[in-house]
């Protein structure tokens, strides 16, 4: 088989699981904007604080140690202590319901019926907060995120694929658990939404708000609710985008990779972000193989959304998204 | 009693017709201009100049642009940062390109290029919708500010990929580059906020503007009336485009003196005007100034509070100006979602009826 074809397979390779983690974030998104209408910008920060978090309590660090210290002089750091990851995780995922809860009781309790423009406002502004106060907590510092997760090339798919084509794969242990983590993740929430009575509330409000609120269904605790699981499905993608590039600033920027991805997907539709994920995943690390050195690289910050912007022109709802149908 | 629309009667078509119609609005619009042009200039020194004044109206010219687009034609834009960059790139070359010509020519003509590309970028609204369309200029951003990057011939081949602005003048007055005084570049930005600002005025309230606001109202129901809704956003991407064009020119040339594109036009400036339309409320001009004022002053005087009051590290206090702007424009949209121009309008209203509130 010629080398470059055997390079482009290895490069669709990585991409699909680049796109896992994309979808991973974009999911985030779509439970939110179904279930209240919000476009939530913020799921990019979110995730970031919830990595932050994470390492924060794994390390036993002392939440605003810096201001604490600048204010009274004192040298806190640590509390000296290490969290098993496990441990933390569950303790992140509680931080992470109440920070719904606030989010919910303090922001768009107030916000209910405004237009969709300023609750996309509103998401920018808890942006904004979040990243600061992840940093005044945490610090701004880079940090290693480990959690157990097993990294570095896979020997198996290496030495398998050179037996087979004399050349082989390089696909990171990191990115397979990843995708492990996100079927799991995906069919926990498929199996939420379509058994469970709270999963089965949060279609009801999904489909229709008012016809929601007429059966008797909590609209306060559904968001509430959704937020939360937004907030777990950011740890869930912190952790892995963490694990790979370590946490830092950049870890937000991931949700503006994020919209493509739902651009392609449509807004509303589950699979619409997977697939969609996937799409972009492959698509931008076969046109920066391809392309790329034609035009001088890093093609990989536009190339997703000048991808949907194309798309869109020819499907404006989407891959998935429900048919926009206009009255006057 | 102290603003009133009665006793106010125009004798002429031309009366009627003027920018200001009532009388108490346009004798505070001449008092706004009378300080502006002659009492600032006078004052101003550098620290003014660069923390406040230049910033600011070089901000509102970009958010009047952005007001035009969003506000009163109704389609979001996320591409502000990438547009910008476009004016302040074409203005280069054209400085470089052309050094015998004045800058006053140069400026608006960054501001044409910047229409025509930013008209390019609008042309899907013509298919997509709402937040679909937000992210698609999303799209505009990326790939502009990658241009820019990666195309050499942008920034002349210079090894640092910067872009910075050689020293021009206007009737013998140095407007760029380093030796420019504080009034000189506070006086050119004025000039150019001053006609922008007639210019978004008067077309917003004429049929045009008119033909925006139907679109952004609904615009199938605008269809159905008459109006071209290609037209109509296109010319509202164009004269966007023409207005951020300009700021971006202004932004580069005469405030940044050097730039690099994806420090100075990234994600964050889109943001920032954004913000500033919204805060300073959509589909109002004054919104865009009071808007560009607040953001502009927002960190100014956060950074004197925590660093200078406070005496704490300045790592901190840049934490802390994300917190509070962030907080302080949740609780604007909670309160005010109309923005600024909402409370002015309020007070009016007062004012109107002031001392005898009913």
């Not at chain 1, 809860?101 to 922001?107: E, S």
């Not at chain 2, 020119?249 to 954004?274: M, P, Q, R, T, W």
Request: aromatic share 14%; hydrophobic share 60%; net charge neutral.
């Amino acid at each position: 088989m010629p080398e470059q074809l055997l390079f482009a397979m290895e490069v669709t390779l990585n991409g699909l699981m680049a796109g896992v983690l994309y979808a991973l974030v974009a999911l985030g998104f779509v439970l939110i904007f179904k279930a209240s209408g919000i476009f939530n910008y913020a799921q990019g920060v979110m995730a970031l604080f919830a990595a932050l978090t994470l390492v924060g309590i794994m390390d036993g660090q002392i939440p605003f140690a810096h201001i604490i210290n600048a204010i009274f002089g004192t040298e806190l750091h640590h509390f000296g202590w290490h969290v098993p990851a496990l441990l933390a995780i569950i303790l992140t995922a509680g931080v992470m319901v109440v920070f719904a809860w606030l989010v919910q009781k303090f922001i768009f309790s107030h916000l209910v019926n405004q237009e969709p423009i300023i609750l996309f406002m509103a998401t920018i502004g808890l942006a904004y907060f979040l990243e600061g106060v992840g940093d005044l907590m945490w610090g701004s510092d880079i940090k290693k995120l480990d959690v157990g997760l097993p990294q570095g090339i896979n020997d198996w798919i290496d030495i398998t694929t050179f037996e087979v084509f004399g050349y082989g794969f390089f696909i990171d242990n990191l990115d397979i658990s990843a995708t492990i983590v996100a079927i799991i993740l995906v069919a926990a929430l498929i199996i939420f939404s379509q058994y469970t009575k709270q999963g089965r509330a949060l279609r009801a409000v999904a489909d229709d708000h008012q016809a929601a609120l007429s059966v008797g269904i909590s609209l306060n605790f559904i968001w509430v609710l959704v937020w939360s699981i937004a907030g777990f499905v950011a740890l869930v993608a912190g952790i892995m985008w963490g694990a790979k590039s370590g946490v830092q600033f950049s870890l937000s920027l991931i949700a503006l990779k994020a919209l493509p991805v739902l651009m392609l997907g449509g807004f509303t539709s589950i699979p619409g972000a997977i697939v969609g994920g996937l799409i972009i995943g492959v698509g931008e690390k076969l046109f920066e193989f391809l392309i790329g050195p034609m035009v001088g690289g890093a093609t990989e910050n536009w190339f997703a959304y000048v991808l949907a912007l194309l798309f869109l022109v020819f499907r404006p709802q989407g891959l998935f998204g429900e048919k926009i149908i206009e009255r006057v | 009693m102290f603003y009133r629309e009665s006793g106010d009667f125009s004798t002429t078509y031309a009366e009627d017709n003027q920018t200001f119609p009532i009388k108490f609005d346009r004798y505070r619009y001449y008092a706004v201009l009378a300080v502006a042009f002659l009492v600032i200039p006078f004052i101003i020194n550098d620290y003014w100049a660069n923390a406040v004044f230049v910033p600011f109206l070089i901000y509102a010219i970009a958010a009047i642009g952005l007001n035009i687009l969003t506000g009163y034609c109704g389609q979001v834009s996320l591409g502000t940062g990438g547009f910008m960059a476009v004016g302040a790139y074409a203005v280069y070359k054209l400085m470089t390109a052309f050094p015998e010509v004045s800058m006053l020519v140069h400026v608006p003509l960054a501001g044409l290029i910047t229409a025509g590309v930013v008209t390019l970028f609008g042309l899907p609204s013509l298919r997509i919708k709402g937040f679909y369309l937000a992210v698609a200029t999303l799209a505009a951003q990326f790939f502009l500010v990658w241009l820019f990057n990666k195309v050499p011939w942008f920034y002349n081949y210079s090894a640092s990929g910067q872009i910075s602005a050689p020293e021009r003048d206007v009737i013998g007055i140095i407007i760029t580059g380093p030796n420019t005084e504080a009034w000189a570049k506070y006086m050119i930005c004025l000039i150019f906020v001053t006609l922008a600002a007639l210019i978004a005025r008067n077309l917003t309230r004429g049929s045009v503007g008119r033909k925006w606001m139907a679109i952004r109202d609904m615009d199938i129901a605008a269809e159905i009336i008459g109006v071209n809704p290609m037209m109509a956003k296109l010319t509202a991407f164009a004269v966007s485009g023409f207005f951020i064009g300009i700021a971006g020119a202004l932004f580069f040339s005469v405030y940044l003196g050097a730039a690099e594109v994806g420090e100075s036009f990234g994600i964050d400036k889109s943001f920032l005007v954004l913000f500033m339309v919204i805060i300073g409320g959509l589909g109002s001009i004054f919104g865009s100034f009071a808007g560009a004022a607040f953001m502009v002053l927002l960190p100014v005087f956060l950074k004197n509070v925590f660093v200078g009051l406070l005496g704490w590290p300045t790592d901190l206090a840049a934490h802390l100006q994300f917190i509070v702007s962030g907080g302080l424009i949740i609780v604007f949209l909670i309160l005010e979602p109309h923005g600024l121009a909402q409370l002015w309008r309020l007070a009016k209203e007062k004012l109107r009826l002031w001392p005898f509130p009913h």
